[in-house]
């Protein structure tokens, strides 16, 4: 203690009153230790320099020191150099955090010591506990500032203290607050230490986790190991969507429920800014609750402005005040139906069609619903529904009157708005009720048959006195005959008249003929169309080919019903040809060869053979089969025949085909020519 004393003494001394040097006496003046004496290092490693006086050119013999602990010992000394004279680099303390003292003196000329000089060096590398840093809780906005509070450690401080506190931010690397992760330079230090709670603001921050790792820096630089926080910031407004919202019009209340939804902070019912979902119809005050969904009724017929906006756990809010504007909605009510009246009458040149106008002043008629129906007047029969088309505010439906048998007809139109009220009325506009007497157009008659407008034919009959014939001669068409059969290949004429129900000649008008051909015919319909003479007749040749029926109709026109005239069935006779190899037939000796063909020109063709049958007769007898023999595809067959029986010597033998045809085939059963063959 006495030494330390001493030690103190000398160091005030020196400070008050410098000595003055003796002759031969060197000593030292502004002695400084690198980096300061009052700076703490983390080094024990000390560089000191000084003034020298008097100056060089005279220099010292030798430098010496001694060094003392914080109690005053001595730790090390006196060390004498007499290389290094005017500093010492490197002078060390012991590895022990402390205060030392160093004592420093010049040994001059003829050995004299000069007086000494003292300075103090501090070191400690000790490093310090870690700090306690603390975020906020919950979650942060992005425009937010982010405050951060340090608390120091509750461990022991270093003999140095606590210079302040380093902080890096980083989104999850792991960063390190100074460039060396054991040591911090004065400029790494972000917050000075205090006596009080420190804080800092660091934000705002982007959206997203953000961490702060913060250490501890020692009075020498040392730094602690890292305390690490993080700040949570939900920089966006939540996520909403609308449900029950109609596409279109709404016939009576609509309920809405807004649903929010945050991935971040969340739109949990809790926390400081408790989040909350709100909606508001037409201005008024919103519906709120608590949490992630709400839901309010919208009622009234009208257009209704429907606003709604949430709140985050963050605090994010889209309510037009505190952040950005409320979505938004149109919901339209229309709880009145509309007005559906009929025509007031019905149009002369289109009397079956039948319309409906539908109105309504709120939300308007529907564009596609709608429809018309009709049942017999005075009668409780189910109501039919017609075709019915929507034509902007108009029901449109087309009455086939010719359909229907005579009588009278009551209406009913069923008629929706864009809401989908609807109204059922069987009114015109002017009061009257909807109904319609049928027939509503012109009734018209169609006659046809064979022949052109004149019809002539001779009516036969035999008789003991001989043949006698009656010419005719026929303008009706319906008294004709309503089958006739022609030859193979040859057409006939076909025609008719088409009248009103009154007896007027309707000219000028198409009449549909239609040819239905027998089965197995290469076509099976054709229809031509005709148009009528002033007198309301009509003729047309019918081209040759198979059997077939043939019908005349009028389609009608919407003034005049529809007609048909009878059917009538057009037969043709097929075509059958046979042939011989001879025309006289030696009994006994080489057969005859009978050969022939089927025309089978408009007939499908099949794989299946027709029958032919093969007839003879001799004078005196009636017609007989000898044989039947089946035609090939083409139609044509052949068959030999020997004449064996002596009674055919001198007999002239007839022979013919003939034809009935098959399933399938359409032409009517026909003979051949007969062809003679005599017998010898």
């Known amino acids: ?212 790792r913060v250490v501890s820096v020692s009075g020498s630089g040392v730094a602690s190991a890292p305390a690490t926080v993080i700040f949570r910031v939900d920089g966006t407004v939540p996520q909403l969507s609308l449900q029950g919202l109609p596409d279109d019009w709404s016939s009576g209340s609509v309920r809405l429920t807004a649903l929010a939804a945050d991935p971040l902070s969340g739109m949990a019912a809790a926390g400081p800014a408790e989040p909350f979902t709100a909606i508001a119809v037409d201005g008024g005050a919103p519906a709120l609750s608590f949490g992630d969904a709400v839901s309010t009724w919208v009622s009234g017929s009208g257009v209704h402005q429907v606003s709604y906006f949430a709140r985050d756990a963050a605090g994010n809010v889209d309510d037009g005040a505190l952040g950005p504007s409320p979505l938004t909605a149109t919901v339209r009510i229309d709880e009145v139906p509309p007005r559906v009246l009929f025509a007031p009458a019905q149009d002369p040149a289109e009397p079956e069609r039948i319309e409906a106008t539908v109105g309504d002043s709120l939300s308007g008629s529907s564009p596609d619903r709608g429809s018309i129906r009709l049942r017999p007047a005075g009668t409780h029969a189910r109501f039919e529904e017609l075709p019915t088309q929507v034509v902007g505010d108009r029901l449109v439906a087309h009455w086939d009157s010719d359909s229907y048998p005579p009588g009278r007809y009551e209406f009913l139109a069923t008629g929706y708005d864009r809401a ?176 022939g063909s089927v025309d089978q020109t408009g007939a499908t063709r099949t794989k299946k053979g027709l029958p032919v049958e093969l007839q003879f007769r001799y004078p005196g007898a009636d017609w007989s089969e000898f044989r039947t023999v089946e035609a090939d595809a083409r139609g044509h067959f052949r068959y030999a025949y020997r004449f064996s029986d002596d009674d055919s010597r001198g007999v002239s033998f007839q022979f013919r085909a003939y034809v009935n045809g098959r399933e399938g085939w359409p032409y009517e059963p026909a003979y051949s020519r007969p062809i003679a063959v005599l017998g010898r």
């Not at 006739?484 to 007896?503: D, M, Q």
């Open 420 to 595: 989908g009220n609807a109204a059922t009325a069987g009114e015109r506009a002017r009061g009257s009720k909807m109904v319609l007497v049928n027939p509503l157009k012109t009734p018209t008659a169609l006659e046809a048959g064979f022949g052109g407008r004149v019809l002539v034919w001779q009516s036969c009959k035999r008789s003991q006195k001989g043949r006698r014939c009656h010419r005719q001669r026929v303008t009706s068409f319906d008294t004709r005959p309503a089958a006739r059969t022609v030859p193979f290949g040859h057409g006939v004429r076909f025609g008719g008249r088409l009248k009103s129900a009154y007896g007027g000649p309707l000219g000028g008008l198409e009449v549909r003929v239609t040819e239905t051909f027998a089965a197995g015919a290469t076509t099976a319909q054709r229809t031509t169309l005709v148009r009528t003479q002033p007198d309301g007749t009509f003729s047309l040749q019918l081209l040759p080919g198979p059997s077939r029926e043939v019908t005349a109709s009028f389609v009608g026109t919407p003034t005049l019903t529809r007609a048909s005239a009878r059917s009538v069935q057009l037969g043709a006779l097929a075509a059958v040809r046979l042939r011989t190899s001879a025309a006289t037939a030696k009994v006994g000796g080489a057969p005859v060869a009978f050969s």
């Open 1 to 212: 203690m006495s030494r330390l004393l001493g030690v103190l003494l000398a160091l005030a001394c020196a400070c008050a009153f410098p000595p003055l040097a003796a002759a031969g006496e060197l000593r030292i003046t502004n002695l400084q230790v690198e980096g300061g004496e009052e700076s703490w290092h983390s080094n024990n490693a000390y560089a000191l320099s000084w003034d020298q006086v008097p100056a060089p050119p005279a220099y010292p013999r030798a430098v010496l020191y001694r060094l003392y602990d914080s109690e005053g010992n001595l730790v090390a000394g006196p060390v004498r150099n007499t290389k290094a004279v005017v500093a010492i680099d490197p002078l060390e303390v012991p590895p022990t955090p402390g205060a030392y003292t160093v004592e420093v003196w010049l040994e001059g000329a003829e050995g004299r010591e000069g007086p000494p000089a003292f300075a103090t060096l501090r070191f400690d590398d000790v490093a310090p506990a870690a700090p306690l840093p603390v975020a906020p809780a919950g979650w942060l906005t992005s425009s937010e500032a982010a405050p951060l509070a340090i608390e120091p450690a509750a461990a022991p401080t270093p003999i140095s203290g606590i210079r302040g506190y380093a902080i890096s931010l980083d989104e999850g690397g792991g960063s390190s607050p100074c460039a060396h992760p054991d040591w911090c330079s004065d400029a790494e230090i972000d917050l000075a230490a205090g006596t009080r709670t420190s804080a800092i603001d660091l934000g705002p921050f982007p959206e997203g986790t953000i961490y702060a």
